[in-house]
């Protein structure tokens, strides 16, 4: 890595009463504080004036900084105009569920008027996270990152670091509200954004707020990146200069130097940028992010804008703007199948002394999930399901094992808690799709691939070794998220999962450890964990609209035997719904 110093962690955002927990931070940790008002606020954007939710009045919201190990109190107010609740994104929360965040899922939300207190609970984590709105779209503009350091007395792994410095013109509610209630497709956004500014490929009024960066010649930066988006995986890559992938979801890597990145929404990269260009050259270079999809351009309309912001050299006489910054020639096109599964293919645990590697050999229990999207037939007596503007007269809907998951009107984690589950979940969610449906069926003709809806979960004995397969058969990539556990990715491949010939393929020695996987359209993606954390977490494709259409479930971990291996108690201040 040569001898230049790194003055310099740069992150970046692609599209009351406090009643503690009977919890003590780890040893050498501490307690830090955050209040968290929840407000509108008019922002500008394409020429485009808007009101939209913010946290403390700003977009992207703030940053929490905390160490490993430590335990945050973030204090919620929501001064908004309408329900919500916040997630700590890859934060695996030891036995408090009660934190997540979900809607309905492990809360019911926060009125407005209404606060709740989240405590955070950091134990392995180390490197970048975000926390993001877990209602409705939210997210959209409710989000922040989180940068969680070594515990204090032990360094970051790449020692050389020593300093930290740190859209949709319509109205996102009214996007979700059209297409929940015409059953159709979500109206793809009008940008990407780049820490909540578009770039110099948008209109002159968006060009003077770009997003800058500010680089010496012979320093190295650690990029904190983060997909913030609602529906699309991104590339993402800056011109003249090569990225070194050092983590992924706050869990170290073995070193990779790529031309550029495949981040998927929900996901998270620590990535080192070596300022190494020759003095005197081109002193200014384009960062990139562009949608990468793999939807028919034909069959559903997507975001194809590229996001841009510049890194400028600020050390030489000659470093002044001339002419525009340089554009990066090998950010892959934005259908580029190839290009993104050669990136992710190459991602592997660091599984050094300090930062070891356990994949469960054993496995207790197989599911095979099938990702699919289908439709709900229209129903003119239902009020809420008799518009039907989806392809052949149907609503859109998205399902696991053909189940498409509906919030109850509770929270599933109160009624499990309280052993009130009867009527509100039913636990029987499949292993492997047992229902046949129609195998041509799909948006571009065909007979209609219809599902059901119903709150079905997966309710596990405590310590209970999982194998999940994720099965995409849709004509569409899917990152899929798991609340309460970071897992092994263990393996990949085209096609239809073969369980007898594919698990000899898996990597079984340093496979990357991550909270959210991207499932390629046609193929599978087989990911290993141990439920040892109790509590209720869900399950879900980060993809926004396919959560609002249901392709969602969740666990249950029972307790185990020991006071250790038990859910906290209730908070008594949970909203109620």
Not at 74 to 81: A, E, F, K, L, T
Not at 317 to 341: H, N, S, W, Y
Not at 406 to 419: F, K, W
Request: with cysteine; net charge negative; proline share 7%.
């Amino acid at each position: 890595m040569g001898t230049a110093k790194i003055p310099a962690l740069l992150w970046f955002l692609l599209a009351g009463l406090v009643l503690a927990l009977a919890v003590n931070p780890a040893h050498g940790a501490k307690t830090r504080h955050y209040d968290f008002f929840i407000t509108e606020t008019n922002y500008t954007r394409l020429c485009h004036e808007k009101s939209i939710l913010t946290v403390n009045g700003q977009f992207p919201g703030p940053t929490i900084y905390a160490r490993k190990g430590d335990f945050i109190i973030v204090n919620v107010h929501n001064n908004g105009n309408k329900n919500i609740t916040i997630h700590w994104h890859g934060v695996d929360q030891p036995r408090n569920p009660w934190s997540d965040g979900p809607e309905f899922i492990t809360q019911c939300p926060i009125r407005p008027g209404g606060n709740f207190t989240y405590q955070v609970i950091l134990f392995e984590e180390e490197g970048t996270l975000w926390w993001h709105a877990h209602s409705d779209f939210d997210r959209a503009t409710v989000h922040g990152a989180i940068v969680i350091h070594p515990k204090r007395g032990t360094t970051f792994l790449f020692r050389k670091l020593d300093k930290e410095i740190p859209w949709w013109n319509d109205d996102v509610e009214h996007v979700l509200d059209k297409a929940k209630r015409i059953g159709g497709d979500v109206e793809p956004s009008d940008t990407n954004t780049i820490n909540g500014q578009p770039g110099d490929m948008f209109p002159l009024c968006s060009r003077d707020d770009t997003f800058k960066v500010a680089v010496q010649q012979g320093n190295t930066y650690l990029l904190r990146v983060i997909n913030a988006g609602l529906t699309n995986d991104m590339f993402f890559a800056i011109a003249g200069h090569r990225l070194t992938v050092v983590g992924i979801d706050a869990r170290y890597t073995k070193p990779i130097t790529v031309d550029y990145i495949m981040i998927a929404p929900g996901q998270t990269m620590d990535v080192l940028l070596k300022a190494n260009r020759t003095l005197g050259s081109n002193s200014r270079y384009y960062m990139a992010a562009r949608t990468f999809i793999t939807l028919p351009v034909d069959t559903i309309r997507f975001n194809n804008s590229t996001a841009t912001a510049i890194v400028e050299y600020t050390d030489s006489a000659v470093a002044r703007p001339v002419g525009p910054p340089e554009f990066p020639v090998l950010l892959p096109a934005i259908k580029d199948e190839d290009a993104a599964m050669a990136f992710v293919k190459q991602l592997r645990s660091l599984g050094n002394q300090d930062h070891p590697v356990h994949v469960p050999k054993q496995v207790d229990e197989h599911m095979l999930i099938d990702i699919d999207i289908n439709f709900l037939p229209c129903d003119a007596n239902n009020a809420t399901n008799k518009l039907c503007e989806g392809p052949q007269g149907n609503r859109f809907a998205a399902s696991l094992n053909n189940v498409s998951f509906q919030n109850p009107a509770i929270d599933v984690l109160d009624a499990y808690y309280y052993g009130s589950g009867r009527g509100v979940y039913e636990e029987n969610f499949p292993n492997k799709l047992t229902v046949i449906v129609n195998p041509t069926g799909d948006i571009n003709g065909g007979g209609p691939l219809l599902t059901k809806r119903g709150t079905k979960v997966k309710v596990l004995e405590y310590g209970t070794v999982v194998e999940v397969v994720f099965q995409d058969l849709s004509i569409e990539n899917h990152p899929m998220h798991l609340h309460g556990f970071t897992f092994y990715v263990v393996g990949r491949g085209s096609g239809t999962f073969d369980e007898r010939r594919d698990p000899a393929t898996y990597n079984l020695i340093d496979p990357p450890f991550q909270n959210t996987v991207s499932v390629p359209k046609s193929s599978w993606a087989a990911i290993r964990f141990r439920a040892d954390n109790p509590g209720v977490w869900f399950m879900h494709c980060h993809f926004d609209r396919h959560v609002v259409w249901g392709m969602d479930t969740m666990f249950i971990v029972k307790d185990g035997k020991t006071p250790q291996a038990q859910m906290l108690p209730r908070p008594p201040n949970m909203p109620e719904c």
